[in-house]
Antibody
Framework: EVQLLESGGALVQPGGSLRLSCEASGFTFSNYAMIWVRQAPGKGLEWVSAISGSGDTTYYADSVKGRFTISRDNSKNTLYLQMNSLRAEDTAVYYC????????????????????WGQGALVTVSS | DIEMTQSPDSLAVSLGERATINCKSSRSVLSSSNNNNYLAWYQQKPGQPPKLLFYWASTREFGVPDRFSGSGSGTDFTLTISSLQAEDVAVYYCQQYYRTPFTFGPGTKVQIK
């Protein structure tokens, strides 16, 4: 059974930093791209960042580019999101999710839909 | 960026009746190389993470009831619930994965009339 468990959510002051983790189990972690999606209170879903299975390719939304860094440790089956220079508008529940396409298939077919999601980690940016 | 819009914002449907949600992308998400539409649908119930319903616009995820169907191509897509059940009360989102950033629609809230 695929499981994704986020941790690291907290209350942080504007300008501060935080690192989220997402521990994965139940599948071969390195075989899938992973993503972070966030949801501000009472709002819709916003795609934040993605990383390839190997970790050598990353993508970011413009709203977080230059402030957030996505990474993964395939030996630990863990995905990370380092968040710096946090702003009030970064307040949200942050979900990690697993891509639905094997990396070997994604190379030709494409990727980017998410078949398993964690329960989310709440990040609150406030003074 | 590809912008996604959905209509209506919300709808109330009687139990057993049909619910139809529309999704439109600002540019085509149909690939000419493989004829796939890079469009997914998700269901999110209160207090829960999103759940994948469809990918490639019309491929039903394992375990999704067949009262749900996905259709459309290019820029216009539809999610249909043929006979609404109480457990279908949720917000439904479409998402394109044709180009990064992978963008979501604003969501459509489905309620019981």
């Amino acid at each position: 059974e695929v499981q994704l468990l986020e941790s690291g959510g907290a209350l942080v002051q504007p300008g501060g930093s935080l690192r989220l983790s997402c521990e994965a189990s139940g599948f071969t972690f390195s075989n899938y791209a992973m993503i972070w999606v966030r949801q501000a209170p009472g709002k819709g879903l916003e795609w934040v960042s993605a990383i390839s299975g190997s970790g050598d390719t990353t993508y970011y939304a413009d709203s977080v580019k230059g402030r957030f860094t996505i990474s993964r440790d395939n030996s630990k089956n863990t995905l990370y999101l380092q968040m710096n220079s946090l702003r009030a508008e970064d307040t949200a529940v942050y979900y990690c999710a697993k891509d639905g396409v094997l990396v070997v298939v994604a190379a030709t077919q494409g990727w980017g839909y998410f078949d398993h999601w964690g329960q989310g980690a709440l990040v609150t940016v406030s003074s | 960026d590809i912008e996604m819009t959905q209509s209506p914002d919300s709808l109330a449907v009687s139990l057993g009746e049909r619910a139809t949600i529309n999704c439109k992308s600002s540019r085509s998400v149909l690939s000419s190389s493989n004829n796939n539409n890079y469009l997914a649908w998700y269901q999110q119930k209160p207090g829960q993470p999103p759940k994948l319903l469809f990918y490639w616009a019309s491929t039903r995820e394992f375990g999704v009831p067949d009262r749900f169907s996905g259709s459309g191509s290019g820029t216009d897509f539809t999610l249909t619930i043929s006979s609404l059940q109480a457990e279908d009360v949720a917000v439904y989102y479409c998402q394109q994965y044709y180009r990064t950033p992978f963008t979501f629609g604003p969501g459509t809230k489905v309620q019981i009339k």
